[in-house]
């Protein structure tokens, strides 16, 4: 938990800090990586460590959003609902919603949305927690790029997996190091 600690509070700072951010032209985005097995441990961590630290460091107004939410009211709420509930199409299950969330831009167009609400307030900060349950309907990098260029309010990720250097990272340690992502690991 204290490894835990460290990173968010690494994360934090230098989202709130714009002299690190705007003369690289990088945008405000990062990921704290987390062991897989302690999800149950960073979600704990969120109300008691993450957005105490979050105020201290000014963010006045945060969100935080579940991924698995957005998805889970999207499936719930689409019109292919009672073919992916069919366990006669259960082969075909995962890989129709799959298509369809990324067919939609699901995410990323609900990341943008959330932004967009949250742009005018002062010190915005965007919580992006149970990465875990896009797979294996989207991967995060993927989203990542199509919003990475519109970010305009920091977000912080709360991502399961590890990292190698400053911006490699594998989801779930169950893909294939990914070295695409233009965002920081903590």
């Given at each position: 938990m204290q490894l835990y600690d460290k990173k968010i509070e690494s994360a934090l700072s230098y989202?709130?800090?714009?002299?690190?951010?705007?003369?690289?032209?990088?945008?405000?985005?990062?990921?704290v990586t987390y062991d897989v097995e302690d999800a149950m441990v960073i979600n704990r961590m969120?109300?008691?460590?993450?957005?105490?630290?979050?105020?201290?460091?000014g963010f006045m107004d945060y969100k935080i959003v579940s991924v698995g939410k957005i998805i889970l009211d999207y499936i719930l709420e689409h019109d292919y609902r009672e073919f992916w509930i069919d366990e006669s199409k259960e082969n075909k299950l995962l890989q129709s919603i799959g298509q369809e969330i990324r067919d939609s831009e699901l995410l990323s167009n609900s990341i943008l949305a959330i932004q967009n609400e949250m742009?005018?307030?002062?010190?915005?900060?965007?919580?992006?927690?149970?990465?875990?349950?896009?797979?294996?309907?989207?991967?995060?990098?993927r989203v990542e790029q199509v919003i990475y260029n519109q970010i305009e309010i920091p977000m912080l990720i709360l991502y399961p997996g590890s990292t190698q250097g400053s911006n490699a990272r594998t989801f779930l340690n169950i893909y294939p190091m990914d070295g695409s992502y233009r965002s920081k690991n903590f």
């Open positions: 989202l709130s800090d714009p002299d690190i951010l705007h003369p690289t032209g990088d945008k405000p985005i990062c990921y969120i109300d008691t460590d993450l957005i105490p630290q979050a105020k201290y460091h742009k005018d307030s002062a010190h915005p900060l965007l919580i992006m927690k149970d990465l875990e349950l896009i797979h294996p309907y989207d991967k995060i990098g």
